[in-house]
């Protein structure tokens, strides 16, 4: 038999002491139990809060859209999207750029976004004036530790930038064939070079260097593209070349025979001129350093 409420019944729903209780009841709804989960969602005046305290690895807030086109997830500021996750895993923040692959700022966000892609992370910020692209910043006045480090994916740290502003190589032999970190410029060659050639410079750009005259040396650079005109080069700095067969511990020298040439044998013949360049960490790893004060033999 269905229930049928009394006039009574319902004086009794509106009385104001149970509407208080209804209401009470309702917000209790609303707020989940600690036991369930020990999770809570909380509708407070500052803000909607929601907490989930166990440990596990398990998301604290999941969206689950098992049809439709549209977004998983949007928030809104005045009716107007700011930010939304759609069912391709894409972050689109204020309805500007967006990748499959993660989060890009909007354009109209100082012209400027960030691209996470497969090919790459991309910092773009397409303003003309004279502030950087990026800025990295270690604010604890207390910290002792790098502004940057770069690893592999062993997490190995490669390079540091230091908060005295130097940058280093923490682990040289992680090194590739033909790798190189070091005080490096594009400059114009005089005349062809070829890679890992010694270089003085002239007049009119960088030559090979030759420790047989005077004329021809110092050295002050390394070429590290070879060809003509403008061309990357080294000033200090250190390189793996698999293909070198030095001794380690040895000092190299401008060669007075081969022009461009490194060597570990000290020029000895009348009128030569004996300048370090460096010397080799081992067999196919050298350090690059020249000295520009050299002697006549």
């Not at 060659?189 to 005077?214: F, H, I, Q, R």
Request: net charge negative; proline share 3%.
């Amino acid at each position: 038999m269905a229930y049928s409420p009394t006039v009574w019944d319902y004086l009794t729903a509106v009385n104001p002491t149970n509407l208080n209780k209804i209401e009470q009841g309702i917000l209790n709804a609303s707020q989940n139990s600690v036991s369930v989960n020990n999770g809570i969602l909380e509708f407070l005046n500052a803000g909607a809060k929601l907490t989930r305290n166990v440990a596990d690895a398990n998301t604290a807030f999941a969206v689950d859209k098992v049809l439709g086109t549209g977004n998983i997830f949007e928030a809104r500021f005045g009716g107007v999207s700011k930010f939304s996750v759609t069912i391709d895993g894409m972050a689109l923040a204020d309805s500007g750029f967006s990748t499959s692959y993660g989060l890009s700022n909007s354009l109209d966000w100082n012209n400027a976004y960030v691209n996470v892609a497969s090919t790459g992370t991309v910092i773009s910020r397409n303003i003309a004036d004279a502030n950087p692209a990026l800025i990295v910043k270690q604010a604890h006045a207390s910290s002792t530790g790098d502004i940057a480090r770069f690893t592999n994916s062993s997490d190995v740290v490669i390079v540091g930038i230091a908060l005295a502003g130097l940058t280093s190589i923490h682990t040289m032999s992680l090194l590739a064939n033909g790798q190189y970190i070091g005080d490096c410029a594009i400059a114009t060659m005089a005349a062809t070079c070829a890679l890992y050639d010694l270089l003085y410079a002239s007049s009119t750009g960088y030559n090979k260097a030759k420790a047989n005259v005077v004329g021809t040396i110092p050295c002050v650079a390394m070429c590290l593209e070879a060809g003509t005109g403008a061309r990357k080069i080294m000033y200090s700095g250190t390189l793996r070349y698999d293909t070198w067969a030095w001794t380690p511990g040895g000092l190299l020298y401008v060669s007075p025979t081969t022009a461009g040439a490194m060597t570990q044998t000290r020029p000895s013949t009348v009128g030569h001129q004996v300048q370090v360049v460096g010397h080799a960490v081992d067999a196919d790893r050298i350090r690059f350093e020249p000295n520009i004060v050299f002697v006549e033999v």
